[in-house]
Structures are given as C-alpha cells and as structure tokens.
C-alpha cells in the first residue's frame, strides 16, 4: 500500500493537465490510473491489478478525498483531488486544441453514442476515432480494433478493476496514447447521469451524494472504506 501512495501525483489538477498537455503533444504513451480507497484496496488483494499499481508505466491519480487525506496522514504532501471526470474534460479540450483524436470504450450504448455525438457537436478539432458500448462480449477484441485506429486517447469506462486489467494487457502494443480507466464518467459527461451538486464536491462530499443517489453502493463502499481506513492507521 505505501508503495501506491509514493506514486500518488502530488501536485493538483492543472499542473497534472499540464502534463498531459505535454504528453499528447508528443505522442508520448500515458497510462493514469484515477484511484479511490476502493482501488487501492483492489490492488492489495488482486495480484494483477496490484502489478499494475506498481508499474513504473502507470500514473495513479487521487480521484477520492479518501486517498488525498490518508497520503497526507502517512507523510505524502498530496494537494488535492485530481478527479475522473475532470481529467476526461480536460482531455477533450486538450484533443481540441491540437487537432486528436479519441476513442471511447464502455459505459451502456445510449451513453457512448450520446458522448460521441456531444464530441462531434462541441469541438470542432477533436475528432472521434470510434466508440464501443462496454457491454460487448469480447472486450479485448475491440482493443485489437482500437489498436489498428491508433487514437491519441483512449477512454475506458469499464468500472474498475476491469477497465485497468484490459488496458495492461493491450498498453505494450501501442505506440502512442493516452490511456485513461474512467468508471462512470461517461455517465455524467453524457448528460445522462448528474454529478453532484457543486457543494458537495467543494467540501468533499461527493462520495456521500453518491451512496444516496445509488443506495446499492453502500455495501461496497462501506467494506472497502472501513478496511482501508484500518489499514492505513496501522501504517502509521
Ligand atoms: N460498465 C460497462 N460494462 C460492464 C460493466 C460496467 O461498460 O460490463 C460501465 C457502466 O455502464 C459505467 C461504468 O462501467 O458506465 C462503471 O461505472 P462505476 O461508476 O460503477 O465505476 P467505478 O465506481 O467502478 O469506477
């Protein structure tokens, strides 16, 4: 676990985008990782998504307040959530402002058409390589498609840690792209699904209106938060 936290990317949002400005702009392969407590603790206990936490060819993002707080508690001067869906925005203007291309894998089909669709309506430069719903059987025969396209970004919304495990197997067949495992961001940017109110993200809430929006979660959420918070006291 502290061997995660030691990659968390420290700095915040805009010099994080930044960054990925300077990647996208020189084909510069990239492979983020946004992760929550519930990620993290994946990667304690499945060998393989924990394999690709620790990769040097992995960036991990904290999406989750959760993730922000305990790298501070263990001495990491994280700054601040870098979310999901904000890297996906970002990276949509960043493919609009230097003419890229993006593909967009997963999520339900009235979804991912409806994201292409908004793509194609409001950036005029960006252009979408294609897009296939996350329903389909075989997952890694699209990558083979994505891969024979060669876009310069490639957003999956698998739910994690599918998402991730697929990307890994495909990553060292490309030669250019900025690979991002997005959950449901598809479902906000969308439109079909609403993120939070502004107030709950400003105190940290998000998570909160969430678990009320999708009671379902809660088991999950629980079981993967109280373990994780245990964990990291114990680390200290
Ligand atoms: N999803 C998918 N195929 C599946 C399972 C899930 O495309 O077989 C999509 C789902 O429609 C949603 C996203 O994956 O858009 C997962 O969202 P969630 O908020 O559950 O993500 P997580 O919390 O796991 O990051």
Redesign the pocket.
Known sequence: MREYFAKVYKDGYEPFLKMLEKRVKEDQKTFVVTANPETLMIGTENAAFDKILRSEKTMIVPDGIGVVKAANMLGYPVKERVTGVEIVQGLFRLADKHRKSVYLF???ED?VSRLAERLEREYKMLTVAGYQ???VKDKDAVFEEIRALSPDLVLV????P?QELLIARHYDQFDKGIFVGV??S??VLSGLKKRAPAIFIRWNLEWLYRIIKEPGRFGRFYKSNVKFISKIRKMR
Do not use: T
């Open positions: 997963g999520a339900k979804v719903n996350g329903y919304a698998l739910g994690i599918a959950g449901g598809f479902d």
